[in-house]
């Protein structure tokens, strides 16, 4: 430092700086300064733009000044960005080094508005669980087997097509009836409500299994209409299971907690409300095999208990049977040798009587004499048959003395067997009636049915299934196919709904 006298003031000679120790500095006092470290800034978004990075550059202007913004790509709030748009930036202040520009580092962004729409929803959000209108307790399941499904959303939006598709593939006898309502602007809460009264007017006139509340997601501001009172306290007195499905998976509206089940998109609501028919076809494959299996095992358990049964008997008196099988061998002799002999007996009496006869005509004593030798004759072998009879059975006797138990032992035996057949015959019976019942679930829900609802089903020349509208061109061939029949039809023109550019 060096100090002059005289006519000159006194002054202090300071090195110069370079531009990145100015910038340096400025930083330093921007980062001291508590206002600006922590700051949320309102104006119109300008001059936005939104490189590949996915970082988003712009300007916040008011009347008087503007301001240069950064908000990087893993910051909040990029869906709110629009040139225009009232927001309110929340981050720091800071200075780029690189050009010397002063600009707003933001962390997050949110529209104008946007936090009284958040205190509301917080606010309603506890009003309703304090009434019990989100508890799980009074949330219903769905059917198994859905026969109608009714959809609340607008008819114009692709959320209607996505749902179609996502139900012809899975289970297309699923009748669809779809209640028209806004899903977004002033009017939409109430229409939503109109659509919910349609809704319980249907059900008392039909069946209706169950109902999909669906739109697209958006921003808060966007969903509005799920967030109101009294769209939330129609939901919660529909007659009708209610499945939610609004927004993107990230999205949570009031409509959700309240509704009997919450899916994360409006195809998978769809998804949710409907069966696969091809997993239905292989439950029903499974469970005939598993009853197949397990009537053969009964059976194999049940011979194998008979045989075991038969083997013990064999052990207590191993030649019961051939004891048995003698005895009546023998009788059986007895009786053909007796009955050979009174055969024998008879007819040499017949000869002798003839013989005596031509003999002497006239004697007739001699005829008395024969008879009653004939007479004590047959009542001796009638004693001799009734002796032998008698053997025979005490032969028996005896056998059975000797194997007291086998009586009982074949009573048990034909009791288990008896038992067996019941058992069988029950359990057979009832996976029959099991699989009479899918298969008459499967037939109720074939495509035959359907046709007799009075759809059709459409195939071009080349033999796929049209689907689509989009699918098919004006002068195409196609086949339709009615429950009586087929017609041969010409597409004279094709109309294909277009998405509405304001609809999700």
Same mark, same amino acid.
């Given at each position: 430092?060096?100090?002059?006298?005289?006519?000159?003031?006194? *002054?202090?000679?300071?090195?110069?700086?370079?531009?990145?120790?100015?910038?340096?500095?400025?930083?330093?006092?921007?980062?001291?300064?508590? @206002?600006? !470290?922590?700051?949320?800034?309102?104006?119109?978004?300008?001059?936005?733009?939104?490189?590949?990075?996915?970082?988003?550059?712009?300007?916040?202007?008011?009347?008087?000044? +503007?301001?240069? &913004?950064?908000?990087?790509?893993?910051?909040?709030?990029?869906?709110?960005?629009?040139?225009?748009?009232?927001?309110?930036?929340?981050?720091?202040?800071?200075?780029?080094?690189?050009?010397?520009?002063?600009?707003?580092?933001?962390?997050?962004?949110?529209?104008?508005?946007?936090?009284?729409?958040?205190?509301?929803?917080?606010?309603?959000?506890?009003?309703?669980?304090?009434?019990?209108?989100?508890?799980? #307790?009074?949330?219903?399941?769905?059917?198994?087997?859905?026969? &109608?499904?009714?959809?609340?959303?607008?008819? @114009?939006?692709?959320?209607?097509?996505?749902?179609?598709?996502?139900?012809?593939?899975?289970?297309?006898?699923?009748?669809?009836?779809?209640?028209?309502?806004?899903?977004?602007?002033?009017?939409?809460?109430?229409?939503?409500?109109?659509?919910?009264?349609?809704?319980?007017?249907? #059900?008392?006139? !039909?069946?209706?299994?169950?109902?999909?509340?669906?739109?697209?997601?958006?921003?808060?501001?966007?969903?509005?209409?799920?967030?109101?009172?009294?769209? /939330?306290?129609?939901?919660?007195? &529909?007659?009708?299971?209610?499945?939610?499905?609004?927004?993107?998976?990230?999205?949570?509206?009031?409509?959700?907690?309240?509704?009997?089940?919450?899916?994360?998109?409006?195809?998978?609501? /769809?998804?949710?409300?409907?069966?696969?028919?091809?997993?239905?076809?292989?439950?029903?494959?499974?469970?005939?095999?598993?009853?197949?299996?397990?009537?053969?095992?009964?059976?194999?358990?049940?011979?194998?208990?008979?045989?075991?049964?038969?083997?013990?008997?064999?052990?207590?008196?191993?030649?019961?049977?051939?004891?048995?099988?003698?005895?009546?061998?023998?009788?059986?002799?007895?009786?053909?040798?007796?009955?050979?002999?009174?055969?024998?007996?008879?007819?040499?009496?017949?000869?002798?009587?003839?013989?005596?006869?031509?003999?002497?005509?006239?004697?007739?004593?001699?005829?008395?004499?024969?008879?009653?030798?004939?007479?004590?004759?047959?009542?001796?072998?009638?004693?001799?048959?009734?002796?032998?009879?008698?053997?025979?059975?005490? *032969?028996?006797?005896?056998?059975?003395?000797?194997?007291?138990?086998?009586?009982?032992?074949?009573?048990?035996?034909? *009791?288990?067997? &008896?038992?067996?057949?019941?058992?069988?015959?029950?359990?057979?019976?009832?996976?029959?009636?099991?699989?009479?019942?899918?298969?008459?679930?499967?037939?109720?829900?074939?495509?035959?049915?359907?046709?007799?609802?009075?759809? /059709?089903? +459409?195939?071009?020349?080349?033999?796929?299934?049209?689907?689509?509208?989009?699918?098919?061109?004006?002068?195409?061939?196609?086949?339709?196919?009615?429950?009586?029949? !087929?017609?041969?039809?010409?597409?004279?023109?094709?109309?294909?709904?277009?998405?509405?550019?304001? @609809?999700?």
């Amino acid at each position: 430092m060096t100090t002059r006298s005289g006519n000159s003031d006194a *002054s202090v000679s300071v090195a110069p700086k370079s531009v990145s120790e100015v910038l340096r500095l400025i930083s330093d006092v921007l980062d001291a300064e508590p @206002q600006l !470290t922590t700051v949320s800034v309102t104006g119109e978004v300008s001059n936005l733009r939104s490189p590949r990075s996915g970082h988003n550059y712009f300007s916040l202007r008011d009347r008087e000044a +503007a301001l240069n &913004c950064v908000l990087f790509r893993y910051r909040r709030g990029a869906r709110f960005l629009e040139d225009g748009a009232q927001v309110i930036s929340h981050g720091r202040v800071g200075v780029y080094q690189s050009r010397g520009d002063l600009q707003l580092v933001v962390d997050s962004v949110e529209p104008v508005g946007y936090g009284n729409l958040q205190a509301a929803f917080q606010e309603l959000k506890r009003k309703l669980a304090s009434e019990g209108l989100f508890d799980q #307790s009074r949330k219903r399941p769905l059917p198994k087997f859905p026969e &109608c499904i009714a959809v609340i959303t607008s008819p @114009q939006g692709a959320v209607l097509q996505d749902i179609t598709k996502v139900l012809a593939r899975r289970y297309p006898m699923l009748k669809l009836v779809v209640i028209p309502a806004a899903v977004q602007g002033a009017q939409a809460a109430s229409e939503i409500v109109e659509a919910f009264a349609n809704l319980d007017a249907l #059900s008392r006139a !039909t069946r209706v299994d169950a109902a999909i509340l669906a739109r697209g997601g958006g921003a808060l501001e966007d969903l509005i209409a799920f967030n109101d009172e009294s769209v /939330a306290r129609t939901i919660f007195a &529909c007659r009708t299971p209610v499945i939610s499905g609004v927004g993107h998976e990230t999205d949570h509206t009031i409509a959700d907690m309240v509704a009997d089940i919450r899916a994360p998109t409006p195809s998978a609501a /769809a998804e949710i409300s409907s069966p696969d028919m091809r997993d239905l076809t292989k439950s029903v494959a499974l469970a005939s095999e598993r009853i197949r299996q397990n009537v053969l095992k009964q059976i194999s358990d049940a011979q194998e208990r008979f045989e075991m049964a038969r083997d013990r008997m064999d052990a207590v008196r191993p030649d019961m049977y051939q004891r048995r099988e003698e005895t009546r061998s023998l009788v059986r002799r007895m009786g053909i040798g007796l009955s050979s002999r009174t055969s024998n007996a008879r007819h040499n009496f017949e000869l002798a009587r003839a013989q005596l006869d031509n003999v002497a005509p006239d004697g007739a004593r001699m005829r008395l004499m024969m008879q009653n030798l004939a007479d004590r004759m047959m009542h001796g072998i009638d004693v001799r048959i009734t002796a032998a009879s008698g053997l025979s059975r005490e *032969s028996i006797d005896r056998l059975m003395r000797a194997a007291p138990d086998v009586g009982q032992k074949r009573a048990d035996i034909e *009791s288990l067997r &008896c038992q067996m057949q019941d058992s069988t015959a029950r359990y057979i019976k009832s996976r029959s009636d099991s699989v009479r019942a899918l298969e008459s679930e499967l037939n109720a829900l074939g495509p035959i049915n359907v046709l007799n609802r009075g759809f /059709a089903i +459409a195939r071009i020349k080349d033999g796929d299934t049209v689907i689509r509208a989009e699918s098919v061109a004006s002068g195409d061939y196609m086949e339709l196919t009615f429950m009586d029949g !087929t017609v041969d039809a010409e597409a004279l023109s094709v109309t294909v709904l277009q998405e509405s550019e304001n @609809q999700p």
